[in-house]
């Protein structure tokens, strides 16, 4: 019945997909077939249609099968694929939506870490340096088969000390040693110039200069996403929004489970002749629905992340603290633009499905990265654009007795099998989930005498969905065949490999609009998201297909109600299932993503009275640091600085064409005036698009702003200068500044957008306090 299904479905789609070229041709006005024709490429990715959730439902309750796999994070979904790709009967049932547990919340690091391998050294563990080799073997292997989602990450380590700077060299060149050919690249010294170049906002007092070592990093939810739809077309039946509430067992083994399907309510039960629990963190509670007698095994621990604008960190390099004892606690990435700061906070004291971060843990976060931010950096709760926890899932042994004490937690990840015969693969790590995954389903096959394909674990060279026919000039590939802007192209080509030409060749002109103006995303991902990416809620895409939820809060606000729009014209939504949805995404952005309470709109936060804006965006340290706007090493593309703002178009003040100006100037003045006019009305609606007027928020319109600001320098100027110097008149040519600066020069405040770039107010040296005296003239 089930491949009866699949089968007409692909032909169906063989024939839509001739619908959509037909017409595509027909448009004269795209450019996308005329460019393919004279570059040859062929941009319909002739990507399997997948069966729909509604299919897999039914394949749920109609098939019996070899393994059921409960949870759809990294170790659920990856076992899946590993089971789908031998050949076994498998199903994978997950409560939210993938990768909605932990996998979504991590670090976005796939580590191995030269302090693990230092930890291995000192506590002289060979299995924990066996594992480490694994993790890195596997770090390669991710790199290989999702070349498009994961990518090289150069981790810089600061170091203060004289004493530490040959420990950490050493211990980074065993770390490159040991890995092998699974290197990425080899480590090297970075002279204290250059790494403030990269960071130049990184405390410079006693700074020697840094190690750099290279790790993995990648988008944790949408590789999640990809392990899940490749296990899919591996034949897999995968459901998310589907729980399992009851576990039942036949003959002393766990043979059949009831479910809840979360959309519905309805209820029904699938059996399987091996049950695997990946639960994560929570997998103590599917451990108890087998048998309540069995001890718990979690032993969760806590961090805490947050999302900064991009300029607090490196566009390039990732950041990781050695504290001088060369333990690192504090991490600071680059991802979508922004700046990711992370710290292993503690254990955890209450496990729950959707754990909220507090402002004691951020606070600390906070003040652990000003350490290593220059003094006269602001850093607050008014720069964080997201914040959220993250539980990593690790456990301890199983106790053997009732009352045995357990010791300290895995490293390694667990695979335990229970008296009824249900397996449980806990703790581990993204860099370990292929390796977790294989032995589950190896051990499945032992316990229940399974007859798969292929005996033999073959996802190491299996490439993940969107990765067959990615290549590193994708990104311009995309524009030219379909005229989208560089940002844009550069986020398809990362977050859908290949699959961008099958995502763009569906949209039309009108869906490619952005989102938001200060981000990549276009409204033709929400529709790819619903139509191909299992999608079903609106959190589902805001926070796991386009991940702007992680990034910042505040604009994911913005983008909702065309989000919402989008999806209800889609889905059939009624007035009732779009304020739920409403609901939820409130829900999910307040709670998990700290929105109102560590987390304000930006109209919310206060800003102090200024003096001068020179510093908006431009340098800290020096006046001629870098604006970092260089290419990723990995595509060759410009990266978009996050935030671009649009100057504020300022209208010439009437008194400053004074009366006697000629009637010939009067009417320029008027036709200027009216250009003006024009030119503002456009500005505004573009900014109306991105903001809708239902979720408030608008940015000020720019005159006001001018306005706004011209008239707090005025304010500023005169509360802070009791007795001014004699000021230049405003047509008077620049005069010379005096040198030494006066004496009077007013104590200086930061400006709202100085505020905003996180600069305190005092003056590093002459230059920057003599650039900040002629902007309060100017002002
Ligand atoms: C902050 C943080 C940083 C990390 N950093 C790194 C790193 O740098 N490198 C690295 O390799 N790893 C890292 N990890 C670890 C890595 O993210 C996790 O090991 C991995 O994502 C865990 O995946 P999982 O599938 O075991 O658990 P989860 O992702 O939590 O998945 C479990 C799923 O099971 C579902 N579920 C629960 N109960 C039921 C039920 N009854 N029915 C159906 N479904 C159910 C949940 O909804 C959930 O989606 C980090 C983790 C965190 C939290």
């Not at 995954?437 to 490439?463: G, H, Y």
């Not at 940002?487 to 990362?494: C, G, N």
Request: glycine content about 6%; aromatic content about 6%.
């Amino acid at each position: 019945m089930f491949m009866k299904v699949y089968t007409s479905i692909a032909r169906t789609s063989i024939a839509r997909t001739s619908i959509i070229r037909s017409s595509i041709r027909r448009s004269s006005t795209d450019s996308f077939w005329r460019n393919a024709l004279h570059s040859g490429v062929r941009p319909l990715s002739c990507q399997k249609q997948l069966p729909s959730r509604q299919e897999h439902l039914h394949a749920l309750t109609r098939t019996e099968f070899d393994v059921l796999i409960i949870g759809g994070g990294a170790a659920g979904c990856g076992c899946a694929l590993d089971a789908a790709a031998r050949g076994l009967k498998t199903a994978l049932v997950e409560a939210a939506d993938f990768a909605s547990g932990y996998t979504s919340k991590s670090s976005k690091v796939i580590d191995g870490g030269p302090t693990a391998l230092q930890n291995s050294i000192q506590s002289l563990d060979v299995a924990q340096l066996n594992l480490l080799r694994q993790a890195m073997k596997e770090r390669a292997v991710m790199l290989k088969i999702a070349p498009h989602l994961n990518r090289p990450m150069p981790m810089l380590m600061p170091i203060y000390s004289g004493l530490n700077m040959p420990i950490c060299w050493l211990g980074c060149k065993l770390y490159d040693m040991f890995a092998g050919s699974a290197n990425i690249k080899g480590s090297h010294f970075l002279s204290k110039e250059a790494t403030l170049d990269e960071f130049p906002l990184l405390r410079s007092k006693g700074l020697r200069g840094s190690v750099v070592y290279y790790d993995g990093q990648h988008d944790d939810a949408r590789m999640c996403l990809a392990l899940a739809i490749t296990a899919a077309q591996q034949g897999a039946t995968v459901v998310n929004h589907v729980e399992v509430i009851e576990l039942i067992k036949q003959d002393g083994c766990c043979r059949s489970a009831g479910m809840r399907d979360v959309l519905t309510g309805k209820e029904f039960y699938v059996n399987s002749r091996m049950v695997i629990n990946a639960t994560g963190a929570l997998t103590d509670l599917v451990r108890q629905m087998d048998d309540c007698k069995v001890q718990p095994i979690a032993a969760p621990s806590c961090t805490t992340m947050v999302s900064l604008p991009s300029y607090f960190g490196s566009p390039r390099y990732g950041l990781v603290s050695g504290n001088g004892s060369y333990n690192p606690s504090l991490v600071m990435l680059p991802w979508e633009n922004h700046t990711l700061l992370g710290i292993l906070n503690s254990d955890c004291e209450e496990l729950t499905k959707e754990p909220a971060p507090t402002q004691a843990q951020v606070d600390c976060l906070l003040s652990q990265a000003r350490k290593y931010l220059e003094e006269n950096v602001e850093l607050g709760n008014h720069h964080m654009r997201s914040a959220w926890m993250g539980i990593r899932p690790d456990v301890h042994w199983p106790y053997e007795h009732k009352y045995q004490k357990p010791t300290r937690p895995l490293q390694d990840y667990l695979v335990e099998v229970s008296d009824n015969n249900m397996i449980t693969m806990a703790g581990g790590r993204w860099s370990t989930y292929r390796l977790m995954a294989a032995k589950a389903v190896d051990v499945a096959m032992e316990c229940c005498p399974l007859e798969p394909e292929k005996p033999e674990s073959n996802t190491s060279n299996l490439l993940l969905d969107g990765a067959h026919g990615w290549h590193g000039l994708l990104p311009v590939e995309l524009m030219q065949c379909y005229d989208i802007q560089s940002d844009v192209a550069q986020h398809l080509a990362d977050a859908y490999g290949s699959n961008a030409h099958h995502l763009l060749a569906e949209s039309t002109p009108g869906s490619r609009r952005r989102l938001h103006c200060n981000f990549p995303y276009i409204e033709a991902e929400v529709q790819y998201a619903v139509r191909h990416e299992y999608a079903c809620t609106v959190v589902d895409v805001l926070a796991r297909r386009l991940r702007v939820a992680f990034v910042d809060a505040v604009a994911t606000l913005h983008m909702l109600p065309r989000v919402l729009h989008i999806m209800s014209r889609m889905k059939d939504w009624s007035e009732h299932d779009q304020k739920l949805q409403l609901l939820l995404i409130q829900k999910f952005l307040c709670r998990e993503m700290g929105l109102g309470s560590l987390v304000q709109p930006r109209s919310n936060v206060k800003r102090k009275q200024s003096v001068s804006s020179s510093e908006v965006d431009g340098p800290l340290r020096t006046p001629k640091a870098p604006r970092q706007l260089k290419t990723r090493q990995y595509s060759g593309l410009m990266a978009q600085p996050a935030y671009v703002e649009e100057p504020p178009i300022e209208l010439p003040k009437k008194s400053v064409l004074s009366k006697s100006t000629s009637p010939s100037q009067q009417l320029s003045y008027r036709q200027r005036k009216q250009q003006l006019k024009r030119k503002r009305i456009q500005q505004q609606k573009q900014q109306h698009m991105c903001a809708s007027n239902e979720v408030v928020l608008l940015p000020k319109k720019p005159v006001q702003q001018a306005i706004i600001r011209h008239k707090v320098c005025m304010t500023a100027k005169i509360k802070a200068t009791p007795t001014p110097p004699s000021l230049p008149s405003p047509n008077a040519s620049p005069t010379p500044l005096p040198t030494p600066l006066p004496t009077l020069l007013p104590p200086l405040t930061p400006s709202p957008k100085a505020d905003s770039v996180g600069i305190k107010p005092t003056c590093r040296n002459n230059t920057t306090l003599r650039s900040q005296w002629r902007n309060l003239l100017i002002c």
